[in-house]
């Protein structure tokens, strides 16, 4: 019983940092990883949904140009695009402009959500398009026939129903990219994995620490796994297989 107590002591400690204990700055990685994950799950989402239709559309240039988005943002690995933004990119732009990107506030936070949320919106243009592609050919021809036009036929009869199709892959992209924010680690951000690192660090509590943060991912992604099966049961098309 006395190892339990003292397992848990180091976690009610005041951590070197000054902001508290460190069970309490490890709930400020949770926020800082919270925050990341749902701007570039809006960006991802956004974004996706953008170059996926454009990836079906009659247009060839269209066609093309979001195919290179496509290529580019996942053939390239996330920690290298992470460091593009946020060391390449301000050097590139002009002097005025790179001083200004590197002097705004939390800028590092910024570019890890928007840098994560390009990054798996080429992932979710994939399957978005594919979902459209997959679906009969007669659904577009009697949206045509109504006299709807692209754009009409797009958000009235297509998209909703590629969503639903998509919903259960969009489900593992979320939770691919709450456990990709810890990448955002490597340019400063103190996220969840970066707290933990931090309070090994100060402590040699590895143990501890990195129990603490593996033990929060995991209910983390059970619960937001949890949530999105019910909410699938909710939305799936009549007729196809949805998780139990």
């Known amino acids: 019983?006395?190892?339990?107590?003292?397992?848990?002591?180091?976690?009610?400690?005041?951590?070197?940092?000054?902001?508290?204990?460190?069970?309490?700055?490890?709930?400020?990685?949770?926020?800082?990883?919270?925050?990341?994950?749902?701007?570039?799950?809006?960006?991802?989402?956004?974004?996706?949904?953008?170059?996926g239709v454009c990836r079906t559309l009659p247009s060839p240039l269209v066609r093309r140009l979001s195919g290179a988005y496509v290529e580019f943002f996942r053939n390239i690995p996330l920690l290298v695009q992470l460091f593009l933004w946020y060391f390449v990119l301000p050097e590139l732009l002009p002097r005025d402009i790179g001083m200004w990107l590197k002097q705004v506030p939390h800028s590092n936070f910024y570019t890890a959500a928007f840098g994560l949320g390009l990054f798996t919106s080429s992932r979710v243009a994939v399957q978005l398009s594919a979902a459209i592609t997959s679906m009969p050919r007669g659904q577009k021809m009697a949206a045509t026939a109504l006299g709807l036009t692209t754009r009409q036929s797009y958000t009235n009869v297509l998209l909703p129903m590629a969503y639903r199709i998509v919903f259960p892959p969009l489900t593992s992209e979320l939770l691919n990219l709450i456990k990709n924010s810890s990448v955002a680690l490597t340019i400063g951000v103190a996220e969840l994995t970066q707290s933990a690192r931090n309070m090994d660090s100060y402590t040699f509590q590895t143990f501890q620490a990195f129990t603490a943060a593996t033990l929060i991912y995991l209910v983390l992604n059970i619960t937001i796994t949890a949530v999105m099966r019910r909410i699938e049961h909710g939305v799936a098309v009549p007729g196809m297989l949805v998780a139990k």
């Open 1 to 51: 019983m006395d190892k339990i107590v003292d397992w848990f002591s180091i976690f009610w400690q005041e951590s070197a940092e000054g902001t508290g204990t460190y069970a309490y700055t490890l709930l400020l990685g949770l926020q800082l990883t919270l925050e990341i994950s749902v701007i570039a799950a809006v960006v991802a989402f956004v974004m996706g949904s953008i170059v």
